[in-house]
C-alpha cells in the first residue's frame, strides 16, 4: 500500500484539492505524507534587479512565502492527524517536474499525489506541463488532482 506519499505543494488551489486526497489515502493507508514545495526562482527574478537587491530582498522574501505555503499545508494534515514532513527546494537550472521525479525517487516514495491546472491547447503548448512531464517520468504512480469544473461548462476552472 502506499506508505510514503510525495505531495508537491504550491499554495494554489488544485495544491489544496491534491493535499485533501493525499490526507484521505494516508488515512486510509496509515501513511506519511512528504510536503515538497519547490521555489522557481525564474518565475520571480527578470534578471535585470542587482545582486544585493535579488540576495538580501528577492531570495528572503521567496523563502518567506515558500515555509508559509508548506506551513499552510502541514497545519491542514495536522488537522487530520496524519504524519508528514517539509521540504523546500530551489530549482537549480532543472524543471520542477524533475526536481519531484528526483524527490520520488531518492526517499522512495510510493506515490506522488499533485494538483494538475489542466491547461489545454496553446496554454499547454507554451507553458508545458509539469504534471505531465511526472507522470511520464516517475517511477512511481502518480494521482492527478484537477481543478473543479466551471459551471455549465464541463471544463477544468
Known sequence: MYKKILVPVDGSETSGRA???????????HGHIRL??????LLYANG?????????????SM???????LA????????HGVACDCHLEECDGRRVSEIIVDHARDWKA????MGTHGRRGINRLMMGSDAELV???APVPVLLVRPPEREGEGLPA
Open 72 to 79: 499552510d499545508a502541514r497545519h491542514v494534515l495536522e488537522k
Open 110 to 113: 510510493d506515490v506522488i499525489v
Open 63 to 69: 523563502l518567506r512565502a515558500g515555509h508559509r505555503v
Open 36 to 41: 515538497i514545495h519547490i521555489l522557481d526562482t
Open 19 to 29: 493535499l485533501e486526497q493525499a490526507v484521505k489515502l494516508a488515512q486510509l493507508s
Open 135 to 137: 507522470v511520464r517520468t
Open 48 to 60: 535585470f534587479e542587482r545582486p544585493e537587491i535579488y540576495v538580501h530582498q528577492l531570495l528572503p
